[in-house]
């Protein structure tokens, strides 16, 4: 069992970072960056007398959008379907709040 532990941590180890940024890509002549929210998690199991159990993990990845170079600077141009998907849980805490404060007034 710590054998492969010890593989999964040194397989995740820097995984954040490389997957967040991509390798920066050439489109028509223009230098892109691709850039994703990327969370993933394991989990392991045990042993007993009684018999073992088990584990897993899974893991996100987003496409958020990619940098690109204009005037020299760098600008985030975002992907706009992740975008919304990101703030619907966003939105749906705002009515759920404004529903209660609606409520609590009306009191």
Known sequence: ??????SLVDTFRNMGVTRAY??????DGQEMVPVALVT???????ESDQGA???????LVLPLGV?????????????TIAVLA?????VGAAGVAL???????RK
């Open 40 to 46: 993933f998690g394991f989990g392991g199991g045990s």
């Open 53 to 59: 159990s088990g584990g897993g993990g899974g893991g």
């Open 1 to 6: 069992m710590g054998n492969t532990f010890e």
């Open 86 to 90: 990101c703030l619907v849980p966003l």
């Open 22 to 27: 991509g390798t920066p890509v050439a489109v």
């Open 67 to 79: 940098y690109v170079t204009e005037n020299g600077r760098p600008v985030f141009r975002p992907n």
């Open 99 to 105: 529903r209660r404060a609606i409520v609590a007034a």
